[in-house]
């Protein structure tokens, strides 16, 4: 987190805001001058000040990321492309089930979607919502919908509309609880409006924001609305990368074995009201996960 350092020359006194940082192995440091008197929204300083830092630094990454992505697309046999789908939509489709408590292991996963063998001794339920988000995702991934609140009604209710009839499509009108977390959603009466002024937000700023922090800070508000009854892991997993694909960057699979980390990350940033710790997770997760983008 960015300091403030002050300075005395002659009878006057100046402050800096400065960040130190650490880049592909160099100690670097970013200051703006703040003036004679420190500014109340100190904390605003420190967060477009971060943001500058990014720019030089994680979001380089990312635009080299993109390009790379967009001209394999153009470039590679469609066959390939096709299938470099067909194993996200696989993996996708495990972890992010999995992470909900799916049993269903991979190999019955894979066995499921390629050649439609159901495993007899796993809950129907898990292979119906299985099945669903492997055909949800697979032509989201070829052809992303608008995010909106329609839209995002409608992805739940695809995802569990024969599994969880009673809430399919629907925002929550009670409490709930979040497992493990001491993190607390709004009350219900204030849910559907914080979801709607977050998707118009997120809307409104495309084209202002970098995709892929848009995608993240996307992610960790959805997840603190939690707008439905359950599966909103699941959906704010898919709008996140809704909010990727659309943009021309690769989508990203939140693993279920690093599923710790993930948590962690989201209780952080939750609990303390600040973006940070979540983002600064996700940041480096997309950097990992595309360093095959990188080394092109």
Sequence with gaps: MATVKSVRRGSGVYHYLVQTYRWEGALRKKQVYLGTTIPKDLDAYRARLEEEVWGETWFKQFDRIGEAYR????????????????????????????????????????????????????????VIEARKHAALVRRLMVRPDPLDFP????????????????IAGQIRDFEVRIGNSRYIPPPPLEVRPMLIELLRRTNRNRGKMHPVLQAGLFHLQFENIHPFGDGNGRVGRLAMNVLLAREGFPMLNVLYTRRSAYYRALEQASVRGISRPFLHWFFLRYSRDNRFYLRR
Aim: glycine share 4%; net charge negative; charged share 30%.
């Design 71 to 126: 001209k394999r697309l153009r470039s590679v046999p469609p066959s390939i492309i096709e299938k470099e789908r067909d194993s996200f939509v696989l993996e996708f489709t495990y972890d992010t089930n999995r992470i909900e408590g799916s049993s269903l292991t991979l190999d019955e996963t894979r066995n499921l979607l390629t050649r439609g063998i159901s495993p007899n001794s796993k809950p129907v339920q898990e």
């Design 151 to 166: 839209h995002v009604l409608w992805w739940h209710k695809e995802l569990f509309g024969e599994t969880k009839p009673d």
